[in-house]
């Protein structure tokens, strides 16, 4: 009874800690530049951060949004790659400017050029949005061609958290070859280790893995106290003869009623069970996860 009469609290409070949770994980990937945008601004010098790491990040974001195209994951990863790529984006036009205004008589490279010697290394920052655009069109269009193709959706996953996990491999190898940290931001290499830090625990408190998705087999999730809605995932498939050929997902209610639906439909089913009519929305390409009413 004392914890039934403490609901009208942990709910609200249980909602706002999701919500400062959700948005650490959306603008706390950004902060860790921010000193280091701040240094190179004040010091009108960008040879201590390497360019690379913008690029790493790039490539990763952008496969991670393709991956959500395929397989979806929570809004707030996917609002934190979109507002990472800006971020790349910003420090690239800065690092570019600052370096050709140190190198006036250094010879103009360009993306058209086409030279494998001098990649990421232009003098316009407008060339380095053609090569992201370029790679996005690319890897989009086969990403359009292969997203019916489950073993391409989950290594397009993988590619994008392993290179992600690369990420300090551009500044560990400008360190080593010049012999000095001179320029590059402590605070941004502390802050990638906190801010890794909270996005493991994040992850693991989500139950999401590598790809950032709704595990399956999970328990069903209460939507709050005293509301009907439970978000259950996906348990096993399963065909059914009544409904079709085509494969069909059983999925299991807060009642313990299980509910048979085709993840590929769009609309609803109702099915009786536990004294009512249990109603389950099927959205389109959201193979695990149903909302039971």
């Known amino acids: 009874m004392e914890a039934e009469g403490l609901d ?21 990937g950004v902060v860790p530049y921010v000193p280091q945008y701040r240094d190179i601004r004040r010091t009108q010098n960008a040879d201590g951060f390497s360019t690379y790491v913008c690029l790493v990040l790039l490539v990763a974001n952008i496969l991670r949004i393709l991956f959500w195209f395929g397989r979806r994951f929570e809004s707030p990863l996917l609002w934190q790659s979109a507002i990472m790529i800006l971020t790349m984006l910003l420090m690239l036009k800065l690092c570019t400017e600052v370096r050709v205004a140190n190198e006036l008589n250094a010879r103009r490279r360009s993306f058209a050029d086409f030279d494998p010697h001098h990649f990421w290394q232009w003098s316009s920052f407008s060339d380095y949005v053609q090569c992201v655009l370029a790679f996005t069109g690319v890897a989009g269009y086969i990403t359009y061609l292969s997203i019916d193709s489950t073993l391409f959706v989950e290594t397009l996953g993988f590619l994008a958290v392993l290179t992600e996990a690369m990420l300090g491999v551009p500044q560990l190898y400008r360190n080593h070859r010049h012999q000095s940290t001179e320029g590059m931001s402590i605070k941004m290499v502390l802050m990638w280790t906190s801010g890794d830090a909270f996005k493991t625990a994040y992850f693991l408190l989500k139950g999401a893995p590598l790809q950032f998705s709704p595990p399956a087999g999970a328990a069903c999730h209460p939507a709050g106290a005293g509301k009907p809605a439970t978000l259950c995932t996906l348990l096993a498939p399963r065909p059914s003869e009544s409904m079709g050929p085509a494969r069909h997902w059983w999925v299991l209610g807060a009642d313990g009623v299980q509910v048979l639906g085709s993840p590929a439909s769009v609309g609803s089913l109702r099915v009786g069970g536990g004294g009512g009519t249990a109603r389950v929305d099927l959205s389109p390409r959201v193979s695990d996860v149903f909302r039971v009413i």
């Open 8 to 28: 009208w609290l942990l709910v609200p409070l249980h909602q706002l800690v999701s919500w400062g949770a959700a948005a650490a994980m959306v603008f706390g």
